[in-house]
């Protein structure tokens, strides 16, 4: 198995809607179209955002995720992850953040106490206690920092790409057909 950065567009794309799909589920409404929007359309175009994978000798995708660098590039927060199919093998996903902690300044949030004791088994040992009552992990590769220095992702406006999408139906509509098409394209492999 191997760690492989997804740097070809098509791919990328394809990859990015396979985790929006998986992470926000058939019930989500606009949100996975809205990340896929936001991440495509201003994350990637700034070099924000990365999408890395996990393969086995065949290339066959085990594991996907989503990394979105701060402000100061300071730290890489994990915001998508996901096997390639929904109730995919845990144990992939798990690789694959313990291998991208060893090797980058890495973030996590953990909303509850399972998704520490997740983020724990992926080797995030150190934790700061966040004002908003969220937990959050830092890998070794990440500087020491506290709540009060540490610098924020870079982030899309969520609401406006909603807004867009209602002034400029043909927006969403292209956003929409690449979103579908990215989903057709995905065949878990890179």
Known sequence: MKIIHVKNPESREACLAQLCANVYGQKAGLDPLVTFTGTLGVLFEQDAARIFVL??????????????????????????????????????????????????PLRVHAPDEASEAFFRDCGITRWLDMPDGMRLGLAAQHETVTPDTLTKPLRFNAEGIVQTFKREPETFESYKARFIAGLERFDGRV
């Not at 927060?77 to 090797?103: F, I, N, Q, W, Y």
Request: hydrophobic content about 40%.
């Open 55 to 104: 393969v086995d000798e065949q290339q066959t995708i085990l594991a996907m995720l989503l990394l979105v660098s701060d402000i100061e590039g300071q730290g890489m927060e994990v915001t998508l992850l996901s096997t390639p199919e929904t109730g995919g093998d845990e144990e992939h996903v798990k690789r694959l953040v313990r291998e991208m902690a060893t090797r980058a």
